[in-house]
């Protein structure tokens, strides 16, 4: 199964580790998106919101060069004419 988490709330790959599901969880995940968004370090970059915020590699399934060309933003046309817009700098109309 693949699992790419994001742990937006206490920060860091240590404290995920010592939580009482963390290493369970963790030893289910492949990449794991680590800190916290600070507005004050926007990157908007690949999947990091913010300068502070690491990607740890859990397993061998990802390698640091496939979260390098992410883009920023994402526009989906549904067949009925709406448009969802995401990503971490999404779009605006």
Do not use: C
């Not at 998106?33 to 990607?55: C, D, E, F, K, M």
């Not at 859990?58 to 526009?75: H, W």
């Amino acid at each position: 199964m693949e699992w790419l988490i994001e742990n937006q709330k206490d920060g860091t790959l240590l404290v995920l580790r010592r939580m009482p599901l963390g290493p369970a969880i963790l030893g289910r995940t492949d990449a794991l998106i680590a800190g916290p968004y600070i507005g004050a370090q926007h990157v908007g970059r690949g999947l990091l919101g913010s300068a502070n915020q690491r990607i740890h590699l859990l397993t061998g399934r990802y390698r640091a060069s496939d979260f390098a060309g992410i883009p920023v933003g994402e526009a989906i046309i549904h067949r009925d004419g709406s448009i969802t817009l995401t990503g971490i700098q999404p779009l605006r109309l």
